[in-house]
């Protein structure tokens, strides 16, 4: 039966020239199909900027077609008699592939990278979430497969599944044809955009070059990562680290010490924007409590979150070590054994007992690996809560009222006490609230995605005012600083249009990014008064402004302690920065005054940028090299 499965004798002559054409078109199908769903998952994640017709854009869907036809290509090359079988093969994967990085784009706004995979353990957790990311137009990426079936029955009933086996001369030759266009093309692509904001973040090349390109860097660079990085901490990096250290000056110290030898109480809550602080909707304030604690508080109203792949965790990382998260995935799963300097280290040192708390599956994240390294004395998760009230996320989530109230009595109160909670209601996708949150009225924007997250929000606002009253009550609230802050976006640029309506302002890249800030709350023990500060900042500079709240050392910090800081800054993971007086946004190359989002000069910024830029190197040394572990500040 050989003899039928390849192109020879007999029916090499009749079959032959037909399956070539056959099989030429199925390469053409297969190049077309992977390309056509690469350019959808640009637009539907809208990296495909208004207007379509850009060059930009153009440079984007070319490049992402001459990859498609290398691969192809290389498929020509490594096979012969399975060419027809691994081409379909890759045809599911990729669109796979593809999908998955649709969904995940949705959610977390960058496509999905190797550590990522490493994660998937996670997906079966946010399962809600990604049920509600799938939209009935990702149809498109199986839209191919029943002309694939219909191909294979094809092949099989006319050419009784005969295979155009090629002699070894002419495989090469069309093989490297095939690979040498597709090349050309994509050099042509690559040689034209500027590639200089790639190391920041995953979506710029993404934006650049396609999300095809955009695995092969991944990839690249993971096997880079993981085979050929040199771990050695050499004379030059820690020259790079005593200078950096040395160029740290330490200002004036006002309020220094008024929290010593208090507690810690700090809530990480779960997509707190800023927005929503003071806002109200038909005129009911959308966080009255907070509202009112501010009253009494340090409100810091211009800080940015500045997580990146590891996202919540990211942002108890930024707050816990003071360093940036990882250039991709995150610090939790790709160094959850570095040495650090972290939080409930050096309270520690001062005697302090420290707690975390989160009533989620203790390997979330990898936190109950990574809590060891930040040094946490207690983890309390999700079996040891009684799980008694449900709210919010997927109607699983423990409510944080009842986490609130079960946390609290976990911490021994005799002792000086580190106690960190990280809630879940308002965690995506809100729709819980849309059914069974009547008591926030969203008036215009009820049923939508601002709306229920409107809803969600002023829920969490809810038990945050019901733990102050329990501190209150447990005689807490006089002897704790209390720090209450937001991890990360609530409203991802997929939705803006309503968060847009909600502002008054008109969509931009500019009043989109101006609107990525989290508050930022800080109650000392006897304030009565608000201390509003419009420093800017970012989740980096909380640990440092602690420390001078409660005098303790931070210099390992790359923050800056905000009560002392004039002009500040916020440097993001994708290296844009926000200063006092512009937005730089890398991926675009642009900066933008902050008052006005004029396009600035280059001349204006470009300096500082790249002066501001040089911290994320320093903390990615400090992660890829575990540097702590030896590397001590020279005094
Ligand atoms: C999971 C929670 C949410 O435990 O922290 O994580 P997120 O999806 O926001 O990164
Ligand atoms: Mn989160």
Redesign the pocket.
């Known amino acids: 039966m050989q003899n039928i499965k390849h192109v020879q004798n007999k029916d090499k002559k009749s079959f032959s020239r037909p399956v070539a054409l056959a099989e030429a078109l199925y390469i053409l199908f297969f190049i077309g199909a992977i390309s056509l769903k690469s350019i959808y998952f640009h637009i539907t994640t809208k990296i495909t900027r208004k207007p379509y017709f850009t060059s930009g854009n153009a440079i984007m869907a070319i490049s992402t077609f001459g990859i498609a036809v290398i691969i192809a290509g290389l498929v020509l090359l490594v096979f012969n008699k399975r060419r027809k079988g691994a081409l379909i093969f890759l045809n599911l994967f990729l669109s796979a592939l593809l999908f998955a990085d649709t969904l995940y784009y949705r ?2 706004s960058n496509p999905i990278t190797i550590p990522v995979l490493y994660q998937m353990g ?1 997906v079966s ?2 399962q809600d ?1 990604i049920t509600s990311l799938i939209k009935p137009k990702d149809i498109i990426y199986a839209l191919d497969l029943p002309f694939l079936l219909m191909y294979i029955v094809f092949m099989r009933v006319y050419f009784r599944s005969a295979v155009l086996k090629l002699d070894i001369r002419k495989k090469l030759i069309s093989s490297f044809a095939v690979i040498l266009s597709g090349f050309v093309i994509f050099l042509a692509c690559y040689l034209k955009v500027d590639r200089s904001s790639f190391i920041y973040d995953n979506v710029n090349p993404v934006k650049k070059l396609g999300i095809l390109y955009f695995h092969t860097f991944d990839s690249k660079r993971f096997l880079v990562d993981h085979f050929f990085v040199n771990k050695v901490l050499n004379s030059k990096d820690r020259m790079r680290l005593d200078d950096f250290y040395a160029s740290r000056v330490s200002e004036s110290k006002e309020y220094e010490g008024i929290a010593q030898g208090k507690n810690l109480l700090i809530v990480q809550v ?2 707190f924007q800023e927005f929503v602080v003071g806002k109200s909707v038909n005129g009911k304030e959308i966080t009255p409590n907070m509202n009112k604690l501010i009253q009494e508080s340090f409100y810091f109203d211009n800080i940015y979150y500045q ?1 990146a792949g ?7 990382f930024l707050l816990n070590a003071s360093l940036y998260p990882a250039k991709e995935g995150a610090v939790y799963f790709r160094y959850p054994t570095n040495s650090f300097h972290t939080l409930p280290k050096i309270l520690k040192e001062q005697g302090y007992t420290s707690y975390v708390f ?4 203790p390997n ?2 990898n ?1 109950m690996l990574m809590y060891k390294s930040l040094g946490f004395d207690k983890f309390i998760s999700y079996d040891d809560y009684t799980i008694d009230e449900f709210v919010g ?1 997927g109607g699983w989530a423990l409510s944080d009222a009842s986490f609130f109230r079960q946390s609290l009595r976990k911490i021994d109160t005799s002792k000086p006490f580190y106690g960190f909670m ?1 809630t ?1 209601s308002s ?2 996708p809100y729709t819980y609230f849309n059914e069974n949150y009547k008591e926030f009225d969203a008036g215009e924007y009820e049923g939508t995605y601002l709306g229920r997250y409107l809803k969600a929000i002023n829920y969490a606002d809810k038990a945050l005012g019901m733990l102050i009253d329990d501190l209150k009550e447990q005689g807490l609230y006089e002897n704790t600083l209390i720090v209450i802050f937001g ?2 976006y609530a409203i991802p640029r997929d939705q803006s249009a309503e968060l847009m309506k909600f502002m008054n302002v008109q969509y931009s890249d500019f009043q989109f990014r101006k609107l990525q800030k989290v508050p930022l709350i800080i109650h000392c023990p006897g304030m009565t008064e608000g201390v509003k500060r419009s420093v800017v900042g970012g989740e980096i500079d909380i640990m440092p402004t602690l420390g001078n709240l409660m005098g303790f050392d931070t210099s390992y910090a790359m923050g800056r302690d905000l009560l002392n800081t004039e002009t500040g800054y916020a440097l993001l993971r994708n290296g844009s920065v926000i200063t006092e007086d512009y937005i730089y946004l890398s991926d675009l190359g642009e900066a933008y005054d902050i008052n006005t989002g004029e396009v600035l000069d280059k001349t204006v910024y470009e300096d500082e940028v790249k002066k501001l830029q040089e911290e994320m190197y320093i903390s990615d040394l400090i992660l890829q090299k575990d540097a702590f572990e030896t590397y001590r500040i020279q005094k």
């Open positions: 959610y977390y996670l957790a946010v979430s779960e997509a997580v590891g996202n919540t965790s990211d942002a108890e989160h009533a989620n599956n979330f994240w936190r996320w990280i879940l965690h995506h991890d990360h």
